[in-house]
């Protein structure tokens, strides 16, 4: 009884997504992609980079509906395992372009970052005009107000080509942490769960990560999007609250003055160590020159 029961659950999981789906396409709220009128906004970051305790904290503003799943605070995985769960997340609202099953003890599949796994999850368009549709009314199904939805998602680093030419106003906030800082956080964690990784492999994985998103915001959206470095997220509430609104006025939303007591060197598994300012401008510095390049090359094709 005790095996039938997950079974059963996870059958009820796929004809719900199935029928959802299905309701989705056909009842949903845009017929063309010019009808598209929405500019959400999207926290992008890696695994353990803060992306639940930014979505938490701009979740407070009045000008954005944040599009959680039903975990919206922090918890811990167990009394063995005190890495805090992730929250705030909307992996939900795109379920179907999401890995499945066990995929994160499968070949190294936690290093979702990885050369060998991006072809699972790096999108630059749409397939069509109808998975476009799917897409955007998928997401509109979600949102229970006309405020600006805010999206969650750590895959989504990888599909800021598709997510543009979908929602061609979006505005994106990527967290980027040290990245020594997010090999100790990830090492930790992997070993707890017992999780096989051929190291040292981590940090190839932030690299190909942010090294790709950073390019393709660059590319795709380069005025619509900024970055925050993690570690400034703990410093004094005031200079915090600050460097939210700088950041935030970056890309349209009005100051605000935010609740920061959720920011706490005790929900860290680490505590309160390597917490390292990260000189994000220096250490990608050369993907401007790159993509300068590369238009000039290609502005001369005939």
Not at 110 to 131: A, M, T
Not at 242 to 257: A, H, R, T, V
Not at 268 to 282: D, M
Request: proline letters at 4%; aromatic letters at 12%; charged letters at 25%.
């Amino acid at each position: 009884m005790s095996v039938l029961r997950p079974i059963a659950g996870k059958v009820k999981q796929k004809l719900f997504e199935k029928l959802r789906n299905i309701i989705v396409r056909i009842n949903g709220h845009y017929k063309k992609v010019e009808d598209i009128n929405i500019s959400p906004v999207f926290v992008l970051g890696s695994n353990r980079s803060g992306t639940s305790l930014v979505s938490s904290i701009l979740g407070q503003h009045p000008q954005l509906e944040g599009i959680f799943g039903p975990s919206t605070e922090p918890s811990l995985r167990g009394k063995d395992d005190k890495h805090i769960m992730a929250y705030c997340t909307s992996h939900h609202v795109w379920n179907s372009m999401n890995p499945r099953g066990n995929w994160h003890q499968k070949d190294e599949g936690v290093l979702w970052g990885h050369p060998k796994h991006i072809s699972w999850y790096y999108r630059d368009k749409p397939v069509n005009d109808r998975e476009a549709l799917f897409l955007a009314n998928s997401l509109k199904i979600q949102t229970k107000t006309n405020k600006i939805p805010l999206v969650n998602s750590h895959f989504n680093m990888f599909k800021v080509g598709l997510i543009t030419k979908i929602f061609p106003s979006a505005k994106f906030i990527l967290i980027i942490r040290d990245c020594q800082d997010h090999i100790r956080s990830c090492s930790h964690k992997w070993t707890k769960q017992k999780i096989d990784i051929e190291f040292p492999k981590i940090g190839l994985h932030w690299l190909t990560l942010n090294t790709a998103c950073i390019y393709d915001l660059k590319k795709y959206a380069p005025k619509k999007f900024v970055i925050l470095d993690y570690a400034s997220l703990f410093q004094d509430q005031k200079k915090t609250n600050n460097y939210f609104n700088d950041k935030c006025e970056q890309i349209g939303l009005s100051n605000f003055e935010y609740n920061l007591d959720l920011i706490s060197t005790k929900h860290r598994y680490l505590g309160g160590k390597n917490i390292t300012a990260f000189q994000f401008e220096i250490f990608f510095g050369g993907i401007d020159s790159l993509l300068s390049f590369e238009k000039t090359i290609t502005n001369d094709l005939p």
